[in-house]
């Protein structure tokens, strides 16, 4: 035997202290006396000695279970990869093999738990994987020895009691819920573990004999739970249990049914319960006879749903500021308090200041941007960084500094298996931690520590930080505090207003009036009136920089009245200058804007980045964020899916309309980014409808296709790459199924009805009002017969009303038509036809005369002469030498010479097609140079006007030379004779 061990008396290590071989002589008697002690031993390569001596050395605790349990050498020599969960579950069922009571079942945890741990250092100290390896295998440990007790104690006492029902006999389950760093799948080599014991519905236990409530059945079953993990017994513990953070803490009852829960969130829930709820997880449950998964699993979703609802509010939340500011302050406070300066967890720097700074963010967002629902801290850094809450680099840098962190914390608690995360004083402590994190010595370690933790300082320092306020700001912020109580003279305040540029001093001080003294403010809560009093002043400063001051005044009091009794609206931009001067300025430049923040709140968060809000993204990017922000979103939620997606619309046409109020974006680029907007929201409707009819009919002819039969034809507007603000959408729909086939689903339909009511579904999900408006206005009558038509038809039937019934207008309408969302073969056969259609030789006397009559006609319906001052104004869109003549020539362009030209049904939008004109010779340079550059005028005002929310009816001398040009060309083209 002794000879197995004899490099302990020859190896030169450092680390062979005497402590450590101490150890190993115990150890040698012990294998001296065991039958295996020859095969343990042996076991002890030189390379497997080394190991063994670090890991010794480090950990006092691996010492004291290896002398237990020796047979834990032969395992830790055959380590070399992280251990997982179904290890640990094949373990555990070694262990369970012999319980067969309450005190075999405790020792059996105890000793699972501590040969378990060993396994546990030993990996972390060889750095055999990553830190989540070690955080997960913590948590797997604590989620098995908790379903553990709960199985052995369940079925005990439903042996005795019988099994907790519901008014209906329903069997009623035990849910347990994991908080804090167990819930995040984040524990450390000694953490409590934090529970909270629910259950879903009130009633009794199924012996008529020998009933108990379901609430004390659960409370007792709670209680024997805690005592096998947490009390210490000569095998030591399993995890100390922490009860506090259930509802009404140490006072309350033990347990809770779920209505009990929600009526305590609801109505006592505070915000330190709801920072704390974004950790929580389902890490147990009552396994019983009469339960399904399916059933088990209702429950748990029914239980994280109320609990979603309430930890996140539905957009983003600045009413949370506060609390968490106290939350901060709190924390910097016990720092100094308890000195904590060398604590890696509490101190200043520390781990908990890095789960600060995610956890604010989520709360504040989450409700909003649900990809932050999501209690893993590693995961959550990098998608705040994406947001745009941490500075580009920072989510690296914090993710560095916690793993750092938390691998000291693993290295302090592993030497004796203790709760603490305090930094060694002791000389010789500090040099192993140093060793046992990789140093040669305690200064190098220190250095590297300390410049982890002033990243994390600074980086939680400006976390929700109070908004700063420049010195000269005071005396005018008093000023105009003044003026909004309404303390001032009315001269006075007349004369301050009119020296700070306001158009209209009284009406100003009008709107001041009737917003103070109205029954809505004049019954706010006391918090609502501090917030309306603190943003009202800094309101009045901002607009007066502007160059109608009581014009934005009045716009921007239309969001206040509409947010007024929800005031973290008003907080956040009080939190935020930045975002407030954005608004200022954009409300200044244009009501629509206006109007749209005050119909729709939530959007003042695209305000708060510059960055985002002035750099629209390309279309995969566009896709690529619908896509995230409906993922968590459940398939059959309708009603979610539809109110997210308008809201996303409603965001990226705000930053659109941003982007071109303020020249970031050029015309062409404004009506690409809508369009775009447009296709990727159509998509992703076809895709939801397409799901939602596959659910309910089957497939038709059951092809199991991921994606439908189908494409959406956008005409218009849309076809021609040419959206506007607040543009409808003029599609039609078609279809390529076999005709007289079926779905395969028990409820089968035809496929015509099928994509019918496919059709039917897109226009419900795009046309209707919900609480945040409409998606799009959707136009179908462009489809073959219009409106008597069949909503959806087959690609044969669209070419057979082309070819044989169309007028010589669905013909123009079809130049400017694409598909834009739906099937790529069907998508290329539709091309097909398109140009088929256009490319036919047309007589062009009685292509002219159809051309001609058709604008003739519009301009009598919707031109300026119907009105009684038509001398005097010019409608941009409908009169003579305005957008509908240019695309009228367009359009009769490409049906004139398209069969010998084909080039001009390659593009879909004017301009390009105007560009191929030249190209083919078939209209000059200059022509159509001419008629571009009048186009985009033209358009551009048009987009200006949207803006402005004024008519397309402007002063008749506007744009004169461009109306005088395109009139011209248009003469010139329908002359008689002309080819």
């Not at 994991?178 to 909270?196: P, R, T, V």
């Not at 009552?286 to 609802?309: F, N, P």
Request: proline share 3%; aromatic share 8%; net charge negative.
């Amino acid at each position: 035997m002794k000879s197995h061990l004899a490099w302990l008396n020859t190896e030169n290590n450092p680390l062979l202290n005497d402590d450590v071989r101490l150890f190993f002589a115990r150890l040698e008697e012990k294998l001296d006396s065991l039958d295996d002690g020859e095969a343990i031993a042996s076991a002890i390569t030189d390379e497997f000695a080394t190991q063994l001596i670090f890991c010794c050395y480090n950990s006092a605790f691996v010492c004291d279970q290896l002398y237990k349990f020796p047979d834990l050498i032969v395992a830790l020599s055959q380590v070399s990869a992280p251990l997982n969960h179904a290890e640990l579950v094949a373990q555990w069922q070694q262990h369970a093999q012999h319980i067969d009571s309450v005190d075999s079942l405790e020792q059996a945890l105890r000793e699972f738990r501590n040969r378990a741990m060993v396994g546990i250092i030993w990996r972390d100290l060889h750095r055999m994987g990553q830190l989540e390896d070690t955080t997960g295998a913590l948590t797997s440990l604590a989620e098995i020895c908790t379903q553990a007790a709960l199985d052995y104690h369940y079925n005990l006492l439903a042996t005795k009691f019988g099994q907790p029902t519901d008014k209906q006999g329903a069997i009623q389950p035990l849910l347990v819920l994991g908080m804090g760093k167990l819930g995040a799948g984040e524990l450390n080599l000694s953490s409590d573990i934090d529970l909270i014991f629910t259950f879903p519905q009130s009633g009794n236990t199924n012996n008529p004999d020998n009933p108990l409530s379901n609430q004390e059945f659960f409370s007792r079953l709670g209680k024997k739970v805690i005592h096998s993990l947490d009390a210490k017994t000569l095998h030591g513990f399993v995890f100390r249990v922490d009860m506090r953070l259930r509802p009404y803490g140490q006072s309350g009852a033990l347990v809770s049914n779920f209505d009990s829960l929600e009526d305590y969130y609801q109505t006592q829930g505070r915000e330190w319960e709801r920072y704390a709820m974004v950790k929580a997880r389902i890490i147990a449950a009552s396994q019983a006879e009469g339960i399904s998964d399916a059933e088990h699993a209702h429950y748990k979703r029914q239980l994280m749903t109320l609990l979603r609802q309430f930890t996140y509010r539905k957009y983003v939340d600045f009413s949370v500021i506060d609390a968490l500011r106290g939350l901060k302050q709190m924390i910097t406070q016990e720092v100094k308090r308890r000195q904590l300066e060398d604590d890696v967890k509490l101190g200043p720097g520390g781990i908990r200041e890095v789960e600060f700074i995610a956890q604010a963010f989520q709360l504040i967002r989450g409700g909003r941007d649900t990809q932050l629902q999501d209690n893993r801290l590693l995961v959550i850094l990098p998608q705040l960084e994406e947001l745009n809450c941490l500075p580009p680099g920072t989510a690296k840098i914090l993710a560095d500094a916690y793993r750092f962190l938390r691998n000291t914390e693993h290295a302090i608690q592993a030497y004796r298996d203790e709760q603490t995360q305090r930094l060694p004083i002791n000389p010789d402590d500090q040099l192993r931690l140093a060793r046992g994190m990789g140093f040669d010595d305690w200064q190098s370690f220190y250095q590297q520590l300390n410049t982890h933790r002033d990243v994390v300082k600074a980086e939680f320092h400006e976390v929700i930080a109070l908004p700063e306020e420049k010195d000269d700001q005071c005396t005018v912020d008093s000023l105009w505090q003044q003026i909004w109580q309404g303390q001032l003279d009315q001269e006075v305040a007349f004369d301050i207003l009119a020296k700070h540029k306001h158009e209209a001093p009284n009406t100003t001080l009008s709107l001041l009036d009737e917003l103070r003294e109205s029954s809505t403010v004049q019954t706010l809560q006391a918090a609502g009136k501090e917030r309306l009093d603190e943003f009202i002043p800094r309101l009045l400063a901002q607009i007066s920089a502007t160059d109608t001051p009581t014009q934005t005044l009045h716009r921007i009091l239309k969001l206040v009245k509409s947010v007024i009794r929800r005031s973290a609206y008003l907080l956040l931009l009080i939190e935020n200058p930045g975002a407030l001067s954005q608004l200022v300025k954009l409300t200044a430049a244009s009501p629509w804007i206006a109007d749209r923040l005050a119909e729709h709140p939530a959007l003042l968060d695209e305000l708060l980045d510059a960055r985002t809000l002035y750099h629209p993204p390309e279309k995969a990017e566009l896709q690529a964020d619908l896509h995230t922000t409906m993922l968590r979103i459940a398939e059959d939620d309708l009603e979610t899916q539809m109110e997210t997606l308008r809201h996303f619309r409603a965001a990226h046409m705000l930053r659109v309309a941003a982007s071109e109020l303020t020249g970031a974006l050029p015309l062409m680029k404004v009506s690409d980014y809508l369009t775009y907007m447009a296709e990727v929201i159509v998509e992703y409707v076809v895709h939801l409808a397409w799901g939602q009819m596959v659910a309910k009919h089957g497939y038709p002819d059951g092809d199991k296709r991921t994606h439908p039969n189908f494409i959406v034809v956008g005409y218009g507007k849309v076809g021609g790459i040419e959206l506007s603000h607040g543009s409808d959408l003029d599609l039609v729909f078609i279809h390529n199924a076999n005709t007289s086939g079926s779905t395969d689903g028990e409820r089968s339909i035809d496929n015509q009805t099928f994509y019918m009511r496919m059709g039917q579904k897109i226009i419900h999900i795009m046309n209707t009002q919900t609480v945040n408006g409409q998606l799009y206005e959707v136009d179908m009558r462009l489809r073959p017969s219009g409106n008597s038509g069949m909503l959806v038809t087959t690609l044969s039937g669209f070419e057979k009303y082309q070819k044989e019934s169309a007028w010589t207008w669905e013909h123009q309408a079809l130049v400017r038509a694409r598909v834009i969302a739906g099937d790529s073969e069907l998508a290329d056969q539709f091309d097909q036809v398109r140009r088929a259609i256009l490319g036919q030789k047309r007589e062009l006397a009685t292509l002219r005369k159809d051309v001609t009559e058709m604008r003739e006609k519009m301009r009598k319906h919707l031109g300026s002469d119907t009105s009684d001052d038509a001398s005097k104004t010019f409608n941009i869109k409908q009169d003579a030498g305005g957008i509908v003549d240019i695309e009228f020539m367009v359009q009769y362009a490409v049906l004139a010479w398209a069969h010998s030209q084909p080039a001009l049904l390659r593009y879909t939008d004017n301009i390009r097609i105007l560009e191929c004109l030249a190209e083919s010779q078939l209209l000059s340079a200059q022509e159509v140079e001419q008629l571009i550059e009048a186009y985009k005028a033209l358009r551009s005002l048009g987009h200006s006007l949207a803006l402005q929310q004024q008519a397309n009816l402007v002063d008749g001398t506007s744009l004169e030379p461009e109306r005088e040009t395109v009139i011209r060309i248009w003469q010139q083209l329908f002359a008689v004779g002309a080819s």
